[in-house]
């Protein structure tokens, strides 16, 4: 289980206890359309949840006026009314720095609620992260030793447990028969330990890349998979790239370059001009790294984009990847996406006037008919 995935279930519990609890993610996915960092848009986010936890004791309360402060102190009292303890969990720090290198909007947010730790349940969750990208009156109030828990890896017995069930349900398989399939299962869990250090987000890339290669697999296909040095993710998608063949490099930078996600792998493949066998065995070497949605192709952990995006080769081949993308929306794509990206990208290619001049009162009536085509439009 990962921080935030752990985070998300302790809110559903307190939740389900009647806690009062507040809570914001730093991090959503590539494809979201809004913005997570700005002080503004997180204070928002807090006393909009607030006013959904005291309704009554809110409804004549501005979000977007009044402080945050005054919200969080007049919630913390009703809160103890109730013999309750206002509980806020800031989530995905280690985002900020990351996605924008500038942390100041976060200091603004903590500098805001760290004074009410003496009245209030304050949980923020990280990844490992040096103390220079956080702020400084969080290390002051909440010093690493005595202070900070980590959370624990996954053991070898979680790991084997996970293994057993997916062998079991038939979404992967090992070699041998049963009682050799049993000795086997405890060495790939042991593999799989030494190679990711119980980190659960290697450890889940791991088990999809043996899933995704539809064979009996042994101790010895998961000690040829790309390491996880120190849980950082980063130096697992470093050592997995310079791994990866030119095709499946060019699917990545395609996926990660694009702000719309790709309707599935079959349209991707249009985008190259290689055989269609060239272009699967490319998409076999990374299709563990990303997820098929109803919405589309997503990164199945959003550190990848993280990860490509910083990276040299992207930054050259932003013009020549939005006019691959230009040409499948304009040959290709789905209505859809035809009608929500187009004008983007070419305002991405610096050809901005769709995007400026054309939305007007027509454009967005028809828009909101296709969307809800009720009779009479």
Same mark, same amino acid.
């Given at each position: 289980?990962?921080?935030?995935?752990?985070?998300?279930?302790?809110?559903?519990?307190?939740?389900?206890?009647?806690?009062?609890?507040?809570?914001?993610?730093?991090?959503?996915?590539?494809?979201?359309?809004?913005?997570?960092?700005?002080?503004?848009?997180?204070?928002?986010?807090?006393?909009?949840?607030?006013?959904?936890?005291?309704?009554?004791?809110?409804?004549?309360?501005?979000?977007?006026?009044?402080?945050?402060?005054?919200?969080?102190?007049?919630?913390?009292?009703?809160?103890?009314?109730?013999?309750?303890?206002?509980?806020?969990?800031?989530?995905?720090?280690?985002?900020?720095?990351?996605?924008?290198?500038?942390?100041?909007?976060?200091?603004?947010?903590?500098?805001?609620?760290?004074?009410?730790?003496?009245?209030?349940?304050?949980?923020?969750?990280?990844?490992?992260?040096?103390?220079?990208?956080?702020?400084?009156? $969080? +290390?002051?109030? %909440?010093?690493?030793?005595?202070? =900070?828990? @980590?959370?624990?890896?996954?053991? !070898?017995?979680?790991?084997?447990?996970?293994?057993?069930?997916?062998?079991?349900?038939?979404?992967?398989?090992?070699?041998?028969?049963?009682?050799?399939?049993?000795?086997?299962?405890?060495?790939?869990?042991?593999?799989?330990?030494?190679?990711?250090?119980?980190?659960?987000?290697?450890?889940i890339y791991s088990i999809n890349s043996l899933q995704s290669a539809d064979k009996s697999i042994s101790k010895y296909d998961v000690e040829?998979?790309?390491?996880?040095?120190d849980g950082d993710i980063h130096e697992y998608y470093e050592n997995l790239w310079v791994s990866l063949s030119a095709g499946a490099k060019?699917? $990545? +930078?395609?996926? %990660?370059?694009?702000?719309?996600? =790709?309707? @599935?792998?079959?349209?991707?493949? !249009?985008?190259?001009?290689?055989?269609?066998?060239?272009?699967?065995?490319?998409?076999?070497?990374?299709?563990?790294?990303?997820?098929?949605?109803?919405?589309?192709?997503?990164?199945?952990?959003?550190?990848?984009?993280?990860?490509?995006?910083?990276?040299?080769?992207?930054?050259?081949?932003?013009?020549?990847?939005?006019?691959?993308?230009?040409?499948?929306?304009?040959?290709?794509?789905?209505?859809?996406?035809?009608w929500g990206w187009e004008w983007i990208v070419k305002a991405n290619l610096g050809d901005t006037a769709p995007l400026l001049e054309s939305?007007?009162?027509?454009?967005?009536?028809?828009?909101?008919?296709?969307?809800?085509?009720?009779?009479?439009?």
């Amino acid at each position: 289980m990962g921080k935030s995935t752990y985070l998300s279930y302790l809110t559903d519990q307190l939740i389900e206890a009647k806690t009062p609890v507040i809570r914001h993610h730093y991090y959503l996915s590539p494809q979201f359309i809004g913005e997570r960092i700005a002080f503004n848009d997180a204070a928002q986010s807090l006393k909009s949840q607030i006013k959904t936890l005291y309704p009554n004791d809110f409804a004549n309360d501005d979000p977007e006026s009044e402080q945050l402060e005054e919200w969080v102190s007049k919630a913390t009292d009703k809160a103890a009314e109730n013999n309750k303890t206002l509980v806020i969990i800031i989530d995905g720090l280690d985002h900020v720095y990351r996605e924008r290198t500038d942390i100041s909007q976060l200091e603004h947010l903590v500098n805001r609620i760290v004074p009410f730790k003496d009245k209030v349940c304050l949980l923020f969750g990280t990844q490992p992260i040096s103390d220079e990208h956080l702020p400084n009156s $969080l +290390l002051r109030s %909440a010093p690493r030793e005595g202070t =900070w828990l @980590d959370i624990p890896p996954m053991g !070898l017995d979680a790991i084997k447990s996970r293994l057993d069930f997916m062998v079991s349900n038939e979404e992967i398989k090992v070699i041998g028969d049963d009682d050799h399939q049993r000795s086997e299962i405890v060495d790939i869990s042991q593999t799989l330990l030494n190679i990711s250090h119980g980190y659960p987000l290697h450890i889940i890339y791991s088990i999809n890349s043996l899933q995704s290669a539809d064979k009996s697999i042994s101790k010895y296909d998961v000690e040829r998979l790309p390491t996880c040095p120190d849980g950082d993710i980063h130096e697992y998608y470093e050592n997995l790239w310079v791994s990866l063949s030119a095709g499946a490099k060019e699917i $990545l +930078l395609l996926i %990660a370059n694009a702000d719309f996600s =790709w309707p @599935d792998k079959t349209h991707l493949s !249009l985008c190259f001009e290689d055989n269609s066998l060239t272009f699967q065995n490319a998409f076999s070497e990374i299709q563990h790294l990303v997820k098929q949605k109803l919405s589309g192709i997503s990164p199945f952990h959003g550190s990848l984009f993280v990860y490509l995006r910083r990276k040299d080769i992207f930054v050259q081949s932003r013009d020549r990847l939005n006019r691959i993308s230009q040409t499948w929306i304009n040959t290709h794509a789905p209505e859809y996406w035809r009608w929500g990206w187009e004008w983007i990208v070419k305002a991405n290619l610096g050809d901005t006037a769709p995007l400026l001049e054309s939305i007007n009162r027509e454009w967005l009536i028809q828009s909101l008919c296709n969307g809800y085509p009720l009779a009479g439009c």
